[in-house]
Structure formats: structure tokens, C-alpha cells
């Protein structure tokens, strides 16, 4: 049996560990004290409290999903739930995605949009790529004044950057893209949207995503307060971690713009490509878990500058569990960046639902920015580095916005890599 390392506990590494564990001798390292990456969750005053985003759980992908529910009880341990999105726009609670609900907007900001759509869609209609970056792109697609009213400002917090700097490579398959014919569908016939794989989704009944990563987590050796700091080859080709245990593979999942700092004797082409990737741009998240009033609503986004939250995510109604030890409803307010505990309670006093703050978050490394040359270099990485038995994956690791179940998919092909 192969002696494989894997780096990072999140999603990403224990997805892999756990696919390589009776195939292989697994051994997890992570740095942090507590398994989880991104998908963390703890229980301030027993109300779950997702420490990043509100993860839930859907898949495209029939491989994804047959080996995500081979390690689960679907029925026993999951709801299933439909999404019920929102957005608060001109202090008026409007349907997701804004153009099946044009309308529910006033009158004379339809007027526009259908002029910019008719506009567009009669002349040629672009694919993604040929739009230079992403505020073309989202323009192009849907017209300056939706962009003015919705996609420009939302985008703009998400992103926390200029959207003419952020180019598409990350936009495959993450946004629907719809044509005349759809929206006019959806606006008259009044659809609930369809496409997005998280129109419906699974949550665990009891402790959030930390429920999923502890599930993976079983039967694992996994090593916490284990940081990787330095990785080397050695003269019989192994993997030597942390001066200390020789491994055939390692699955890096960790973030790729540090692992030139502590791979010792890469090569001279892997440490010029690992330079290139050291100054990737990534977001960071700041998280409010608030109480709240009752509502059906599960997403609530809050395009609008007057807001310096951009969502508010309905944790407490995907389990009621979530809820316990509390009287309230609770809820997630999610601001990109970082902001002061004092800020962000002013600021949700500007939000509806009477929200009250229990415990907060900030996560520095959340979102990952490409670059338009990002995927070449870390093709190149990964090619450069296999011949070692070094394995790229996940958010970070590969640079890619992946979901979870995109984390599993990415896994599913290292693993197959690896074993051979
Ligand atoms: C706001 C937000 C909301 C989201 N919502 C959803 C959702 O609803 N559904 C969904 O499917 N996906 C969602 N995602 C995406 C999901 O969070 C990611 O796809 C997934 O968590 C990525 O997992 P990962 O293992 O690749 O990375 P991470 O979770 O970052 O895990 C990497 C791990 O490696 C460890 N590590 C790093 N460096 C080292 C080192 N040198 N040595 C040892 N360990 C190290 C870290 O501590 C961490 O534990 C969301 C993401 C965000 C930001």
C-alpha cells in the first residue's frame, strides 16, 4: 500500500483521505486545532453558527452523489429543502434571480431593461469567453440598467474589488445564462428558478456542514496543530514532510501561494511557476450570527451600497436544530472583507428582522480571484509536480471556486490519478 499525506482537513482533504483510506495508508495533516476548513461549524449559546457562508449541500454530478450518500443515511440524517431566495432591493423584497421577477419592479425600471435586452439579444449573443472580464461580461449579458440596479453593486461587495479586474475563468457553470426567450417565460408563466444546483438542496438535520466533515472524518488518521512547513523531496523519491515522515504522494490542499515558501528543493521550473501564483488575489469574509424574526425566506441578498452586508442567510430555517437555544429564528449576515464587531452591529440594525447579535467571524481566505493566467500555471504546477508524487486540490490548492460537491468531483480525479 502507498504511504499518501494528505495536507488540509477541509472538505477538499478529508473527501480524499477518505477515498484513498482502504486503498492506501492515509495520514491528515491539518494545521488548524479543529477539522472543517471553510465549512466549520460550532455552537455559541447552542445555536449553530456556520463560522463561513451556511453551506448546504447539492450535486450535478450522479458520482458525486452516489459516493457523497454512500457514507450518509439521506433520509435519516438530511432535509431536503427547496431554496427560497430573495433580494431586498428599493426597501421591497423581490424574487431570485432578479430577471425571472422583473416584474415585481417598478415600471419604469422594466422599461429599461426589456429595452436593454432587446437590444442585445438583436444583435449577436456573446458567449462568456468572449467577454474581456466580468463587468462586460454581466453588462453584456444583461444590460446596463439590471447592472446598474443589481449585479454591479451586489458583485461589487462580494468581490470587494473593481469587476473590470476580475476576468471569467471561474464563471464556468456557476451563473445560468439565460436568453430573451427564458426570462420572458419565467416573467409571464411565473417560474421558480431551476438551474442552479442549489434550487434544492440537502442540509444535515443535526450540526450543520460540521456534521458532514465529522462523517468523513471517521475512521481517519488525522493529525491537528499539524501545520505543514516544509516539504522535500528525497534522494529515493519520497515526500519528506516537517523533517519528519517520508510519504510516496502527498495531496496538497492547503493555500498553493505559501507552498514555495516550504517546498525546499522543488525545481527550478516548480518554483518559478510556484513565484507566479504567490500573489493570487482571495477575499475574506467577515460572519454576524444574529437572532431574528420568523421568516420563510432562506437567501436574502442586499444588493444596495446602503448596505455593507451583502446577504443575510437563513441558517435557522434549513434545521430546526440550528435554532436550538435560542427563543428566535437564526440567521448569518455575511460581509466581504473585514469590519469591526462595532460596525457590523450598526449595520444590521439597518437590515429587517429585528437581528441580534450572538457571535461573529472573520475567515481572511474565502473567495479565491483568477487570474486570466491562473489555470495555465497551476495545469503547469500539477503536471510538473505528479513525477513527485505532489497532488494539487481543492479551493485553495488549486485555485478554483469550488463548491463542495466540486471539491468532492476534483477529489474524485486526484484520487484516480494517484492510485492509477
Ligand atoms: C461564503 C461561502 C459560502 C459557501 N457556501 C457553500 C454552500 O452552500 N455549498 C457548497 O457546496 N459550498 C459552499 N462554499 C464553498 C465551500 O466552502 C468550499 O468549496 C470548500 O469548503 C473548500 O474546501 P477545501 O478543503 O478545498 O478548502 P478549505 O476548507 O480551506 O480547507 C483547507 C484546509 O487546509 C488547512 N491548511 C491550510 N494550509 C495548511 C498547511 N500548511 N498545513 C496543514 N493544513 C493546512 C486549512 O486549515 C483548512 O482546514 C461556500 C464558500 C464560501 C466562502
Given at each position: 500500500?502507498?504511504?499518501?499525506a494528505v495536507i488540509g482537513s477541509g472538505i477538499s482533504g478529508l473527501?480524499?483521505a ?9 495520514t491528515v495533516y491539518e494545521r488548524e486545532n479543529a477539522i472543517g476548513g471553510l465549512v466549520k461549524c460550532d455552537r ?5 453558527f456556520h463560522r463561513v457562508g451556511?453551506h ?152 450543520g456542514s460540521q456534521?458532514i466533515v465529522n462523517?468523513l472524518a471517521?475512521?481517519l488518521s488525522i493529525k491537528v496543530n499539524s501545520p505543514l512547513t ?11 514532510i516537517n ?8 495531496v496538497f490542499t492547503g493555500d498553493?501561494r505559501a507552498?514555495?515558501?516550504f ?19 482571495s477575499?475574506g469574509t467577515?460572519n ?73 467571524n472573520y475567515e481572511p481566505n474565502s ?27 481543492g479551493r485553495f490548492g ?9 471539491a ?13
Amino acid at each position: 500500500m502507498k504511504n499518501i499525506a494528505v495536507i488540509g482537513s477541509g472538505i477538499s482533504g478529508l473527501s480524499a483521505a477518505k477515498m484513498l483510506n482502504d486503498k492506501a495508508i492515509v495520514t491528515v495533516y491539518e494545521r488548524e486545532n479543529a477539522i472543517g476548513g471553510l465549512v466549520k461549524c460550532d455552537r455559541p449559546q447552542d445555536i449553530l453558527f456556520h463560522r463561513v457562508g451556511g453551506h448546504v449541500f447539492n450535486s450535478k454530478n450522479k458520482e458525486v452523489l452516489d459516493w457523497f450518500w454512500g457514507q450518509f443515511d439521506k433520509d435519516k440524517e438530511f432535509i431536503k429543502a427547496t431554496r427560497n431566495a430573495r433580494i431586498l432591493i428599493h426597501d421591497k423584497i423581490v424574487g431570485y434571480p432578479i430577471e425571472n421577477f422583473l416584474y415585481q419592479l417598478p415600471a419604469e425600471i422594466v422599461d429599461k431593461i426589456i429595452g436593454d435586452m432587446l437590444a442585445i439579444q438583436g444583435g449577436v449573443h456573446k458567449k462568456p469567453e468572449e467577454y474581456p472580464h466580468f463587468e462586460a461580461f454581466l453588462k453584456g449579458n444583461f444590460g446596463e440598467a439590471l447592472y446598474n440596479l443589481y449585479f454591479g453593486p451586489y458583485n461589487t461587495k462580494i468581490w470587494n474589488l473593481d469587476l473590470s479586474t476580475v476576468p471569467l475563468e471561474w464563471l464556468d457553470g456557476k451563473l445560468p445564462m439565460p436568453n430573451l426567450k427564458q426570462m420572458l417565460m419565467a416573467n409571464i408563466v411565473r417560474e421558480e428558478e431551476r438551474e442552479m444546483v442549489h434550487a434544492s438542496f440537502f442540509y444535515p438535520k443535526e450540526e450543520g456542514s460540521q456534521f458532514i466533515v465529522n462523517r468523513l472524518a471517521e475512521g481517519l488518521s488525522i493529525k491537528v496543530n499539524s501545520p505543514l512547513t516544509k516539504l522535500e523531496k528525497t534522494a529515493e523519491g519520497k515526500l519528506r514532510i516537517n523533517n519528519e515522515a517520508e510519504y510516496d504522494a502527498v495531496v496538497f490542499t492547503g493555500d498553493v501561494r505559501a507552498l514555495g515558501s516550504f517546498y525546499t528543493n522543488a525545481s527550478e521550473a516548480q518554483k518559478a511557476v510556484l513565484k507566479s501564483l504567490e500573489n493570487l488575489r482571495s477575499n475574506g469574509t467577515s460572519n454576524l450570527l444574529c437572532e431574528c424574526d420568523a421568516t420563510d425566506v432562506s437567501w436574502l441578498y442586499l444588493p444596495e451600497a446602503k448596505f455593507k452586508a451583502h446577504r443575510i442567510i437563513y441558517t435557522g430555517n434549513f434545521a430546526p436544530s440550528n435554532n436550538r437555544g435560542s427563543q428566535r429564528t437564526t440567521c448569518t449576515v455575511e460581509f466581504s472583507g473585514k469590519h469591526t464587531v462595532e460596525e457590523m452591529v450598526a449595520e444590521i440594525a439597518k437590515l429587517p428582522g429585528n437581528l441580534n447579535m450572538i457571535d461573529y467571524n472573520y475567515e481572511p481566505n474565502s473567495y479565491v480571484v483568477q487570474d486570466p493566467d491562473t489555470r495555465a500555471n497551476i495545469s503547469a504546477l500539477k503536471s510538473l509536480s505528479a513525477a513527485d508524487g505532489l497532488y494539487f486540490l481543492g479551493r485553495f490548492g488549486e485555485w478554483e471556486y469550488y463548491n463542495m460537491d466540486k471539491a468532492m468531483e476534483a477529489a474524485m480525479e486526484v484520487t484516480t490519478q494517484i492510485l492509477g
